[in-house]
T-cell receptor, first 111, second 119 residues
Framework: LAKTTQPISMDSYEGQEVNITCSHN???????ITWYQQFPSQGPRFIIQ???TKVTNEVASLFIPADRKSSTLSLPRVSLSDTAVYYC????????????FGTGTRLQVFP | EAGVTQFPSHSVIEKGQTVTLRCDPI?????LYWYRRVMGKEIKFLLH????????ESGMPNNRFLAERTGGTYSTLKVQPAELEDSGVYFC?????????????????FGSGTRLTVV
């Protein structure tokens, strides 16, 4: 799976929009981009996945430029409960079942 | 639906002892995975079951680790004998989709993990 690079940590305040960018320069044609969220003492939780352009669900939006070498997870109006570690993963589930986790981005939301 | 259940949630054992971790996947999920994060490191893949068969066990660190999934339902991961470096959090995940069935199908459901401490 392609290696990803994310900021180690980010701080935000309640009500703000948070954008976490992930670099994946070696992404392959068939790779998808998947984001997981992990709260303390819990396992990672799938939040969003996309291939290109923009994907939106009830939790977040995922923006992927045309070259797909990066992606941005956008969390609108964060709350204290969004404090977590966010992982960006890139891979093609057609050819592999493994998730390769990087260090993730530790988001801290302050009141 | 019930999520992925793991127990115990915590386990403290002495070096040289044996520990067995259990994972109950979501009902109907044929795919079951084990991952772990040892202190200060990233979450790493251990192995993957499809039903009762080991599809990929390339991440198993050594022969002190034995995973089973008899009957294709719950799975156990036994560490025998445990060493200090085995301390960490062991996660189990399950999914319904498998390679070839859906591109981009990385929507796994993880359990809350078992925190293993070897002293």
């Amino acid at each position: 799976l392609a290696k990803t690079t994310q900021p180690i940590s980010m701080d935000s305040y309640e009500g703000q929009e948070v954008n976490i960018t992930c670099s994946h320069n070696n992404i392959a044609t068939n790779d998808y981009i998947t984001w997981y969220q992990q709260f303390p003492s819990q396992g990672p939780r799938f939040i969003i996945q996309g291939y290109k352009t923009k994907v939106t669900n009830e939790v977040a939006s995922l923006f992927i430029p045309a070259d797909r070498k990066s992606s941005t997870l956008s969390l609108p109006r964060v709350s204290l409960s969004d404090t977590a570690v966010y992982y960006c993963l890139v891979g093609d589930s057609y050819n592999t079942d493994k998730l390769i986790f990087g260090t993730g981005t530790r988001l801290q939301v302050f009141p | 639906e019930a999520g992925v259940t793991q127990f115990p949630s915590h386990s403290v054992i002495e070096k040289g002892q044996t520990v067995t971790l259990r994972c109950d996947p979501i009902s109907g999920h044929d795919n079951l995975y084990w991952y772990r994060r040892v202190m200060g490191k990233e979450i790493k893949f251990l192995l993957h079951f499809v039903k009762e068969s080991k599809q990929d066990e390339s991440g198993m660190p050594n022969n002190r680790f034995l995973a089973e999934r008899t009957g294709g339902t719950y799975s156990t991961l036994k560490v025998q004998p445990a060493e200090l470096e085995d301390s960490g959090v062991y996660f189990c995940a399950s999914s319904q989709e498998w390679r070839g069935r859906a591109r981009g199908g990385f929507g796994y459901t993880f359990g809350s993990g078992t925190r293993l401490t070897v002293v």
